[in-house]
Each structure stands twice: as C-alpha cells, then as structure tokens.
C-alpha cells in the first residue's frame, strides 16, 4: 500500500495509488516541520480513485477509511489528517500509516468488545472510545500469537457468520483465521480471491477492498458470488458522477407500503417491499435497502408474508413456502419450497403472517379475517379463524410492545393478536416516521 505522501511497500499488495509526486522510502521517515505542513496540505480525494489502507468502525458505527496518514469519517466528506480522531498514532510512527485495522466482536470480554485495533509492521494499537489503551503498542504476537506481522487486512468475524468469534487477516494470498476464545490460528490460501488491502463487515456481509474496487465474499469458504469487482465509488462514498441509485430514491413516509414485516430471535428486523428488503435494527450502520435476492438467493420476484419462527424464517410467495435459517448466511431448508397447503395447510394468497414471540401460533392474515395454525402440531391445519375489524393489511409483525398491521403507509397497533381480532373499536392509525423506516417526511 503507499500513503499519500509515504510510500509503505506492503507485502502481497499488486496495486499501488500515489496521491503525490513527493515520497519517502520509508514510513518511518524522519518528517521535520515543513515536510509535516506540506504532507497536511495534500489531502486525499478518495473519488480519484484509492487504494485504502484500512477501514473500520468505531464503537458508535462511525465508519473510517484510512490513506496513509488521513482518513475520511463516514461515507461522505473530505479527507482528514487521522491524528486528529487517533492522536497517540502520530506518537508512534510519525505521520506514516496503518497496515490493517478491525473492531473486536468479543462479547465474552466486554474489556475487549468493540475496541479498534490498529495493525503497524509488527505493533498492535487498541482503542476505545478514540483513546489509546494503556500498555499499548504491543508486538502482534502478545495479543494475537500466530498472526504474521505487516498484514494488509483484518477484519471481524462474530459467532454464527464464523464457526466462532474470530478475525480474519490477510497476507497476500494468505487467510489467517485467528480463533479468539482459543488463540489458535488457522492458514489457508484464497487465490481467487484479490489481495486485498482492506477488509470491512457491514450489515453481516464482508468485502475485500482491492484497488478502487471490492469484491464480498463468504467470511468461512472465501466464496463470490455475483458479479464483482464493483468499483467502491458507487457504493462506499458519496462521488459526483458515481452511485448506485439507492441514496438518490428515497421515498417519503407517505409513499412507503410493505410487503411484509418480522423480526427474527436474535433480533434482526427486516422489512420487505417490491425487490428489495431493509433492516430496520441496524442502529449504528444506518438504514440501507438491498436487493431480496441478495439474502434470499431463491426469492427473485418479491414477497408475500414473512414470519420467524424457530431459527427460521418463512417466506411466502403465491402459492410457495421458503423456509432459510435464520443465522448468517441464510441458507434454504432442503426440499424447498414447498406449497402453502403442504407446509400450512391452507391455500394462498396470504397478504400477511407473523408469531410472536415464545408462541407456536402463526397468525395469517387473508382479506379480511385471520387464520390461527399451530406451528407444533402435525399435520398443520387451521386451529381458529376470526374476522377482522381492518381492510387492506399488507404487512404485520408482533414484537414485545404489540402487533403492528399496516395498510398503505400507516400501522395500527394492538397489545395482542387477540385484542385484534376482537376489537369492537377501530383504533386511529398511525403514520410510518423516518424513526422506522428509511424515508423523508
């Protein structure tokens, strides 16, 4: 990788950017007061098109881009010097940069959880809360023995999208898995995969950042699917002449209408409409829309009803049941789908479906009355059916604070299935807010 002054030759690296004509031959070069003036003035444009040296949130999912000595905080903005946000970094190696950095996923120790780790040759520097931790640089191998010196990326790979809390790190062509419980390292080779330079987890999917591109790849087999490089400009910052159409299409309030709405056991809410999907419960990524198909790989023309239940999620299209498991990466069930009678017991269209929570009953809604199943028992058949005092659902999820139905853009909110299905008044709804969902008032 080369800074946009020091030019820092990183093993494995194929690409090098030069942001300058003026470099030195180490990063470590001894900078006097002019040479630290004239580096501070040649900030960055990362829409040039940058190789980046590491990128990592913070605690508050505030997330960095590093280039030698600047960073760029957040998806859009000018470059900063990094001093300003990590000011002991400076102390240590004079302006020159960072190899790779991660946050540690490691709810085990809450003493470690959510620090930045910042990788330099062979030191390591932890940080919370933009502060140095004490005892801090060590040598790499005092806290992570086994993992090389001079990696070019790290990245955080939490329980359940690995087969434990670990971190990967990259050299070249070789993938260090480091276990954290166990300290134990394991070696393997993606050759397929680019050099990358950085590595990112966001919203559960990870990216290898190579060049000005990225390429997102299965954290356990190293796996691509789709079409990539994609050029990281489109995607990961805001660039005149450069986006993917999502940031520029956002509804407002009053045009949002779902498909469908649930939530998960492990909490991970997701709303659904046309195509694509959100997740509603990523308070520190921010709100983003993706593609259905991205996730649920099978599900190509929409959705119906969604309901979890039991580590799982249901998908309903037509006459069709999917069912994936819940935990990262969802992977669909063997043998299918299947059809709504053989699954349920019960013949489509559904416009909506939800459980709650600790219950066995799913609640499908039809029209204008509700079918109680009882997803215990075997075969499924139609346990109750009551109707309903609202027209027009489209979606419904039960959470701890109630049931929510939604008709259009607006929800109604009911304590239990039961108040709502015997319900003599017809409660005022309320509007969907940017608090909810991704739109403008």
């Known amino acids: 990788k080369a800074g946009s002054i020091t030019q820092t030759h990183k093993e494995g690296s194929k690409s090098f950017v030069y942001l300058s004509t003026s470099v030195t031959d180490s990063p470590h070069h001894d900078h006097n007061h002019h040479e630290d003036q004239a580096h501070h003035k040649a900030n960055p444009d990362r829409c040039d098109g940058i190789e980046f040296d590491a990128i990592v949130p913070d605690e508050n999912g505030h997330t960095f881009f590093f280039k030698g000595d600047h960073l760029w905080n957040g998806f859009k903005g000018p470059a900063q010097v990094s001093s300003a946000f990590f000011k002991e970094l400076d102390n240590y190696h004079h302006l020159g940069h960072v190899d790779a950095a991660f946050r540690m996923h490691n709810k085990e120790k809450p003493e470690k959880h959510d620090h930045i780790y910042f990788f330099l040759d062979d030191k390591v520097f932890s940080y919370y809360n933009h502060s ?14 086994g993992v090389p010196s001079h990696v070019d990326a790290a990245v955080e790979c939490p329980k359940g999208e690995c087969n434990s809390d670990s971190v990967l790190f990259f050299k070249g062509e070789e993938v260090y898995n480091y276990d954290i419980a166990t300290q134990s390292v394991k070696e393997k080779q993606w050759a397929h995969l680019p050099n990358c330079t950085s590595a990112f987890r966001w919203l559960e999917q990870y990216y ?22 994609k050029d990281s400009r489109h995607y990961f910052m805001s660039c005149p002449n450069f986006g993917h159409g999502g940031e520029a299409n956002v509804p407002k309030c009053s045009e949002v209408t779902l498909d469908a709405i649930t939530s998960d056991d492990s909490g991970k809410t997701y709303a659904f409409t046309g195509h694509n999907y959100m997740r509603l419960d990523t308070h520190r990524d921010g709100k983003h829309t993706f593609p259905i198909a991205r996730t649920w790989k099978e599900v190509t023309n929409g959705v119906d009803a969604v309901f979890s239940y039991s580590d799982k999620i249901y998908i309903i299209k037509g006459d069709q049941v999917y069912i994936y498991k819940s935990a990262a990466p969802s992977t669909l069930i063997e043998g299918y789908p299947k059809s709504l009678n053989a699954e349920l017991g019960i013949e489509g269209p559904v416009n909506a479906a939800f459980v709650c929570a600790d219950h066995h009953i799913v609640h499908i809604i039809q029209g204008q009355k509700m079918l109680d199943i009882d997803l215990s028992a075997t075969p499924r058949v139609v ?13 419904g999820m039960c959470s701890r604070d109630g049931v929510k139905v939604y008709v259009g853009s607006e929800y109604y909110h009911y304590e239990t299935p039961r108040l709502l299905a015997f319900s003599k008044m017809l409660q005022e709804p309320k509007t969907i807010t940017p608090d909810m969902m991704r739109c403008v008032e």
């Open 132 to 145: 140095l931790e004490e005892g801090y640089p060590k040598d790499i191998q005092l806290d992570f023995p």
């Open 383 to 395: 346990a109750s059916e009551a109707p309903l005092p609202i027209s027009g659902i489209e979606a």
């Open 208 to 229: 290898c950042f190579h060049g000005h591109n990225f390429t997102r790849f299965h954290p356990v087999s190293g796996e691509v699917n789709g079409v990539y490089p």
